[in-house]
Protein backbone atom coordinates (compact mmCIF):
# COMPACT_ATOMS: atom_id res chain seq x y z
CA UNK A 1 0.00 0.00 0.00
CA UNK A 2 1.51 3.58 -0.88
CA UNK A 3 1.78 6.06 2.02
CA UNK A 4 1.78 9.78 1.44
CA UNK A 5 5.76 9.75 2.38
CA UNK A 6 6.46 7.31 -0.11
CA UNK A 7 4.70 8.75 -2.84
CA UNK A 8 6.07 12.82 -1.98
CA UNK A 9 9.36 11.21 -1.75
CA UNK A 10 9.06 9.23 -5.57
CA UNK A 11 7.62 12.39 -6.65
CA UNK A 12 10.97 14.63 -5.22
CA UNK A 13 13.25 11.79 -6.74
CA UNK A 14 12.07 12.55 -9.87
CA UNK A 15 12.73 16.41 -9.93
CA UNK A 16 16.73 16.86 -9.07
CA UNK A 17 16.64 20.41 -9.01
CA UNK A 18 13.47 21.12 -6.64
CA UNK A 19 15.43 18.28 -4.37
CA UNK A 20 18.40 19.87 -4.07
CA UNK A 21 16.25 23.16 -3.20
CA UNK A 22 14.11 21.25 -0.79
CA UNK A 23 17.02 20.06 1.09
CA UNK A 24 18.56 23.72 0.79
CA UNK A 25 15.26 24.79 2.76
CA UNK A 26 14.84 27.60 0.39
CA UNK A 27 11.54 26.49 -1.02
CA UNK A 28 7.82 27.44 0.40
CA UNK A 29 6.62 24.24 1.68
CA UNK A 30 2.97 25.53 1.26
CA UNK A 31 3.15 26.45 -2.05
CA UNK A 32 4.58 23.63 -3.28
CA UNK A 33 2.45 21.03 -1.81
CA UNK A 34 -0.53 22.71 -3.38
CA UNK A 35 1.10 22.53 -6.76
CA UNK A 36 1.78 18.31 -6.12
CA UNK A 37 -1.90 17.93 -4.66
CA UNK A 38 -3.61 16.81 -7.88
CA UNK A 39 -0.84 14.25 -9.05
CA UNK A 40 -0.42 12.93 -5.72
CA UNK A 41 -4.29 12.30 -5.54
CA UNK A 42 -4.10 10.79 -8.83
CA UNK A 43 -1.43 8.19 -7.73
CA UNK A 44 -2.86 7.46 -4.27
CA UNK A 45 -6.42 7.30 -5.66
CA UNK A 46 -7.89 9.70 -2.82
CA UNK A 47 -8.31 12.72 -1.38
CA UNK A 48 -5.12 13.76 0.16
CA UNK A 49 -4.96 16.97 2.78
CA UNK A 50 -2.42 19.46 1.57
CA UNK A 51 -1.23 19.77 5.60
CA UNK A 52 -0.44 16.08 5.72
CA UNK A 53 2.02 16.25 2.07
CA UNK A 54 3.40 19.28 3.78
CA UNK A 55 4.04 17.24 7.13
CA UNK A 56 5.80 14.64 4.33
CA UNK A 57 7.76 17.20 2.47
CA UNK A 58 9.28 18.60 6.08
CA UNK A 59 10.46 15.25 7.17
CA UNK A 60 11.91 14.98 3.78
CA UNK A 61 13.97 18.08 3.34
CA UNK A 62 15.20 17.36 7.36
CA UNK A 63 16.37 13.92 5.97
CA UNK A 64 17.75 15.23 2.81
CA UNK A 65 19.83 18.09 4.63
CA UNK A 66 21.71 15.16 6.32
CA UNK A 67 21.97 13.12 3.37
CA UNK A 68 22.71 15.50 0.81
CA UNK A 69 24.73 17.76 2.75
CA UNK A 70 26.34 16.45 5.90
CA UNK A 71 28.67 13.58 3.83
CA UNK A 72 28.91 15.61 0.73
CA UNK A 73 30.31 18.88 2.11
CA UNK A 74 32.80 17.20 3.96
CA UNK A 75 34.12 15.97 0.76
CA UNK A 76 33.59 19.28 -1.50
CA UNK A 77 35.86 21.07 1.22
CA UNK A 78 38.65 18.50 1.02
CA UNK A 79 39.13 19.07 -2.73
CA UNK A 80 42.60 19.49 -3.92
CA UNK A 81 44.22 21.19 -6.47
CA UNK A 82 42.14 22.55 -9.47
CA UNK A 83 44.23 22.76 -12.83
CA UNK A 84 43.07 24.83 -15.77
CA UNK A 85 44.15 24.26 -19.01
CA UNK A 86 42.98 25.98 -22.74
CA UNK A 87 43.44 25.27 -26.03
CA UNK A 88 42.55 21.61 -26.28
CA UNK A 89 40.22 19.90 -29.16
CA UNK A 90 37.81 17.09 -29.01
CA UNK A 91 38.04 14.21 -31.46
CA UNK A 92 35.50 11.83 -31.25
CA UNK A 93 36.44 9.03 -34.42
CA UNK A 94 33.68 5.94 -35.17
CA UNK A 95 35.17 2.37 -33.75
CA UNK A 96 37.16 0.58 -36.61
CA UNK A 97 39.80 -2.63 -36.70
CA UNK A 98 42.62 -0.35 -37.17
CA UNK A 99 41.62 2.33 -34.74
CA UNK A 100 43.98 1.25 -31.92
CA UNK A 101 47.03 0.84 -34.12
CA UNK A 102 46.25 4.68 -35.12
CA UNK A 103 46.11 5.61 -31.78
CA UNK A 104 49.38 3.60 -31.31
CA UNK A 105 50.80 5.58 -33.60
CA UNK A 106 50.19 8.63 -32.29
CA UNK A 107 51.10 7.90 -29.24
CA UNK A 108 54.03 6.75 -29.75
CA UNK A 109 54.83 9.85 -31.52
CA UNK A 110 53.14 12.39 -28.84
CA UNK A 111 55.51 11.30 -26.07
CA UNK A 112 58.41 13.53 -27.80
CA UNK A 113 56.37 16.55 -26.80
CA UNK A 114 56.26 18.46 -23.05
CA UNK A 115 53.76 20.41 -21.41
CA UNK A 116 51.16 18.97 -23.68
CA UNK A 117 47.29 17.55 -22.79
CA UNK A 118 46.10 14.77 -24.13
CA UNK A 119 43.48 12.07 -22.82
CA UNK A 120 41.35 8.97 -24.98
CA UNK A 121 38.53 6.99 -23.43
CA UNK A 122 36.52 4.15 -25.37
CA UNK A 123 32.76 3.60 -25.54
CA UNK A 124 30.73 1.05 -27.52
CA UNK A 125 31.10 2.85 -31.08
CA UNK A 126 33.09 5.58 -31.00
CA UNK A 127 36.76 6.39 -29.40
CA UNK A 128 37.52 9.91 -28.12
CA UNK A 129 40.64 11.91 -28.12
CA UNK A 130 41.55 15.09 -26.69
CA UNK A 131 44.38 17.02 -27.19
CA UNK A 132 46.55 20.47 -27.35
CA UNK A 133 46.24 22.36 -30.21
CA UNK A 134 49.70 22.85 -30.44
CA UNK A 135 49.92 18.24 -31.78
CA UNK A 136 46.19 17.86 -33.31
CA UNK A 137 48.54 18.07 -36.80
CA UNK A 138 49.43 14.45 -34.74
CA UNK A 139 46.01 13.04 -34.60
CA UNK A 140 45.50 14.57 -38.54
CA UNK A 141 48.32 12.47 -39.45
CA UNK A 142 47.72 8.92 -37.64
CA UNK A 143 43.59 9.51 -37.65
CA UNK A 144 43.65 10.62 -40.99
CA UNK A 145 41.77 7.19 -42.34
CA UNK A 146 40.03 6.95 -39.61
CA UNK A 147 36.06 8.40 -39.37
CA UNK A 148 35.56 11.25 -37.84
CA UNK A 149 32.07 11.91 -36.05
CA UNK A 150 33.00 15.24 -34.04
CA UNK A 151 35.23 18.03 -33.30
CA UNK A 152 35.28 20.42 -31.02
CA UNK A 153 37.94 23.34 -30.60
CA UNK A 154 38.36 26.05 -28.12
CA UNK A 155 37.57 23.71 -25.26
CA UNK A 156 39.65 24.52 -22.11
CA UNK A 157 39.81 21.49 -18.86
CA UNK A 158 39.42 21.62 -15.54
CA UNK A 159 41.22 19.14 -13.50
CA UNK A 160 40.01 18.30 -9.83
CA UNK A 161 42.02 16.27 -7.04
CA UNK A 162 39.70 14.16 -4.93
CA UNK A 163 39.84 13.43 -1.85
CA UNK A 164 39.44 9.33 -0.92
CA UNK A 165 36.17 9.72 0.46
CA UNK A 166 34.67 10.49 -3.00
CA UNK A 167 34.51 6.73 -3.91
CA UNK A 168 32.31 6.23 -0.58
CA UNK A 169 30.13 9.03 -0.45
CA UNK A 170 26.64 8.97 -3.37
CA UNK A 171 26.38 12.33 -4.59
CA UNK A 172 29.17 14.34 -5.22
CA UNK A 173 29.40 14.41 -9.17
CA UNK A 174 25.78 15.18 -8.99
CA UNK A 175 26.23 17.90 -6.66
CA UNK A 176 28.91 19.26 -8.78
CA UNK A 177 27.08 19.56 -12.12
CA UNK A 178 23.68 20.67 -10.75
CA UNK A 179 26.02 23.79 -9.82
CA UNK A 180 27.50 23.57 -13.26
CA UNK A 181 23.82 23.43 -14.64
CA UNK A 182 22.79 26.27 -12.71
CA UNK A 183 25.13 29.06 -13.96
CA UNK A 184 24.50 27.56 -17.56
CA UNK A 185 27.50 25.69 -18.16
CA UNK A 186 27.49 22.95 -20.92
CA UNK A 187 29.86 20.18 -20.37
CA UNK A 188 31.16 19.17 -23.18
CA UNK A 189 33.36 16.20 -22.33
CA UNK A 190 34.35 14.35 -18.80
CA UNK A 191 37.21 11.89 -18.14
CA UNK A 192 37.96 10.70 -14.59
CA UNK A 193 39.76 8.03 -12.55
CA UNK A 194 38.86 6.88 -8.68
CA UNK A 195 40.41 10.60 -7.35
CA UNK A 196 40.37 12.99 -10.20
CA UNK A 197 37.91 14.13 -13.11
CA UNK A 198 38.27 16.28 -15.58
CA UNK A 199 35.90 18.24 -17.40
CA UNK A 200 35.91 19.97 -20.83
CA UNK A 201 33.84 23.05 -21.25
CA UNK A 202 34.35 25.78 -23.87
CA UNK A 203 36.96 28.56 -23.32
CA UNK A 204 33.94 31.47 -22.97
CA UNK A 205 33.14 29.05 -19.86
CA UNK A 206 35.85 28.32 -17.96
CA UNK A 207 36.42 31.34 -16.45
CA UNK A 208 32.56 30.83 -14.67
CA UNK A 209 32.85 27.72 -14.32
CA UNK A 210 36.65 27.29 -12.42
CA UNK A 211 34.67 29.99 -9.78
CA UNK A 212 31.74 27.62 -9.16
CA UNK A 213 34.26 24.95 -8.16
CA UNK A 214 36.46 26.70 -6.25
CA UNK A 215 33.47 28.53 -4.67
CA UNK A 216 32.68 24.75 -3.32
CA UNK A 217 35.77 24.36 -1.38
CA UNK A 218 34.18 26.86 1.01
CA UNK A 219 30.58 25.72 1.37
Known amino acids: MKTISAVVENYIKTKPFLLSALSQGIINLTS ?10 QELGKDVKQGAIVMALKRLSEDLDFRLNHKIVKVLKSLGEITVRSSLIDYTFAISETILDSQAQMI ?7 DIFYTSSRG ?25 IHKFENLASITIKLPKDNVSTPGVYYFLFQRLAWEGIIINEV ?14 DVDVAFKVIKDMKSL
Open 108 to 114: AEIGKYS
Open 32 to 41: LSRNMLPDLQ
Open 124 to 148: VSETNVIVSESVAHLVDKHFGNEKL
Open 191 to 204: VSTSYEFTILVSED
